[in-house]
């Protein structure tokens, strides 16, 4: 008999579903979870297998971690495949392993300081327009300022100078579509493809001039396979750059948005802030503002509340169980951040923004997998150490000068898409401190 016919079949609510990044699927979710425990089993509506859902650190970790070599991407892919190709986050396989080692080393801290002059300056010159608007007293769509500051770091961290070039070349930035759209439907994933050969022409320009940038085009040109000491495709060197663009800006901008509204509601977690970034040395750089422990405390917070990713899922690949329950070979595992971020059963008032929870003496007998706003194991996020610098390097910044008020009288809602965003931009009010 083989492993799966000798144990149950997950507790399976009588409604069909299939989920996906959505808000239906989080309702569905949040009703199941506390009535069918920590682990369902999801019929679906048009898919051809059943789904099953994770609740329990435990078991995300068999899923992550332990039992890995298992457990590939999952579903839902296929749009995210049309916007990005087959770039880190939807590769699998030989492809992934050669890419992910390929990558690994140029997100090393040591190699991201190498970022810390180019995130500065892009702040110093947010918060100089900020002040600016706050001596006249008015106020700031703040979620389309952070997407265009994340977009602008992300492209100059990836073509630096060349970002220029290209703005001359079309009269404005070409990918600032994508600050200006928030859907990511098929006719976005057309217009956003329209951008790859001006990253091709990019990597041919730089090879005719024998030129060598100090970003991670450059950086990724250059890098040779450890183990067949080849370069990296052409093909897979543009899916890494567009899939880096999406992945390296959205998170972030939507991380920074949902923190400045805590902020604004917690007049003494901000105060907190202000103290912090008064008593640092003005040329501070972002990798160090990131090791700034009441820093990360915030950063971490508020990803716990709105992580960005807040769905993502696995398939397996041979049968395997989870507990006392059967996964089928080709089931699809999904992991809901945003509902593990605030289960009481891992987290004191989970829906009380507490940075403090975060401090290294609050968190000792906290599970390790009961916070995952950028996954674990193998596929966790490449970018997490470039993020939390970037996010931290803005917050002190910014907090140096001005506090954000926000303008808005009720509660901002969230949106369940691909990322958790904020179903309305946030109007905010820079105030000089
Ligand atoms: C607050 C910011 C960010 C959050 C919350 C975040 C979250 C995540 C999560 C949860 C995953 C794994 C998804 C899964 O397991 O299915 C992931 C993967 C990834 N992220 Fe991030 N991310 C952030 C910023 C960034 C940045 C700044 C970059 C690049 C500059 C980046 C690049 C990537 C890539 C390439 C992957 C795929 C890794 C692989 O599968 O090998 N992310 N991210």
Redesign the pocket.
């Known amino acids: 008999m083989d492993p799966v016919s000798k144990i149950q079949l997950a507790p399976n609510p009588p409604q069909r579903h299939d989920l996906d990044a959505d808000g239906e699927s989080l309702r569905l979710l949040q009703a199941w979870l506390p009535r069918y425990g920590n682990i369902c089993r999801v019929s679906p509506l048009t898919r051809t297998r059943d789904a099953l859902v994770i609740h329990h650190p435990d078991d995300i970790r068999q899923v992550?971690l332990v039992n890995r070599a298992n457990y590939t991407?999952?579903v839902g892919l296929e749009r995210v495949r049309m916007l990005l190709g087959n770039?880190?986050?939807v590769?699998d396989g030989a492809l992934?392993m050669r890419?992910?080692r390929m990558?690994q080393p140029l997100?090393h801290s040591q190699v991201l300081r190498g970022f810390s002059e180019l995130i500065r300056r892009e702040n110093l010159a947010l918060v100089e327009r900020w002040a600016e608007v706050a001596a006249r007293g008015e106020s700031i769509n703040l979620t389309r300022e952070l997407s265009e500051l994340?977009l602008a770091i992300?492209l100059r961290?990836l073509i630096s100078s060349d970002l220029d070039r290209l703005i001359d070349a079309h009269g404005e930035n070409p990918f600032a579509l994508l600050t200006r759209q928030s859907r990511r439907d098929l006719a976005f994933a057309a217009q956003f493809r329209a951008l790859v050969p001006l990253v091709r022409e990019t990597i041919e320009r730089r090879r005719r001039e024998g030129r060598i940038e100090h970003d991670?085009l450059s950086m990724m040109m250059e890098t040779r396979d450890r183990d067949t000491g080849e370069a990296m495709p052409d093909r897979a060197l543009l899916d890494?750059i567009m899939?880096?663009i999406v992945?390296?800006?959205e998170?972030?901008a939507?991380?920074l948005n949902w923190t400045w509204y805590l902020l604004s509601q917690h007049p003494d977690v901000e105060a907190g802030l202000h103290r912090t970034a008064d008593a640092l040395a003005p040329e501070l750089s972002a990798s160090e503002a990131a090791k700034l422990p009441e820093v990360a405390q915030i950063?971490e917070e508020a990803?716990r509340l709105y992580?960005?990713?807040w769905l993502?899922?696995?398939r397996a690949l041979r049968d395997d169980s989870i507990g006392a329950y059967a996964v089928p070979a080709g089931t699809d595992i999904f992991i809901c951040?945003y509902l593990l971020h605030r289960d009481p059963a891992h987290w004191h008032e989970p829906e009380v923004f507490q940075p403090r929870r975060f401090a290294p003496e609050e968190a000792t007998d906290r599970h390790r997998f009961a916070f995952?706003?950028?996954?674990?194991?193998?596929?966790?996020?490449?970018?997490?150490g470039?993020?939390?610098s970037?996010?931290a390097a803005h917050l002190i910044l910014v907090a140096r000068r001005l506090r954000l008020e926000y303008c808005g009288s009720t509660t901002p809602e969230p949106e369940f898409l691909i990322n958790l965003r904020t179903r309305q931009d946030l109007q905010m009010r820079p105030v000089a401190r």
């Open positions: 992550l991407k999952g770039g880190l986050i590769s992934w890419q992910r990558m997100f994340t992300v961290s991670f890494e899939s880096l992945a390296g800006h998170t972030t939507s991380t950063l990803l992580p960005p990713v993502f899922s696995r951040p995952l706003p950028f996954s674990a194991g193998p596929r966790h996020c490449i970018g997490e470039f993020a939390m970037e996010m």
